[in-house]
């Protein structure tokens, strides 16, 4: 069973800062891709960024500059660093892992965490 477990959502003001992580628990291939992916209310769920485990990045139309991610792959876990926040960055943010040890990908996602930018 792989379990992701994500923690450092909450509230902040409009230009402020947030870091994301995720860590996941069992048994994941070592070629897998860890990301994020955002909902909004109203809006569909969108790409936030994603990290391959040779570390390759990709991100959401015009976050890339004020979102980071990363990962350690010793731990399983992924991190994603906002900064400059803007309130329609308000949304839950949920964690992927893509797994593709098995023949066929398998997607496993955490609970959400909540991120609310106040203006």
């Known amino acids: 069973q792989v379990q992701l477990v994500e923690s450092g959502g909450g509230l902040v003001q409009a230009g402020g800062s947030l870091r994301l992580s995720c860590a996941a628990s069992g048994k994941i291939g070592s070629i897998n891709v860890m990301g994020w992916v955002r909902r909004a209310p109203g809006k569909q769920r969108e790409l936030v960024a994603a990290i391959t485990s040779a570390g390759s990045t990709n991100y959401g139309d015009s976050l890339k500059g004020r979102f980071t991610i990363s990962r350690n792959n010793a731990k399983n876990t992924v991190y994603l660093q906002m900064n400059s926040l803007k309130p329609e960055d308000t949304a839950v943010y949920y964690c992927?892992?893509?797994?593709?040890?098995?023949?066929?990908?398998?997607?496993?996602w955490g609970q959400g965490t909540q991120v609310t930018v106040s203006s």
């Open positions: 992927n892992v893509r797994d593709y040890y098995y023949s066929s990908p398998r997607d496993y």
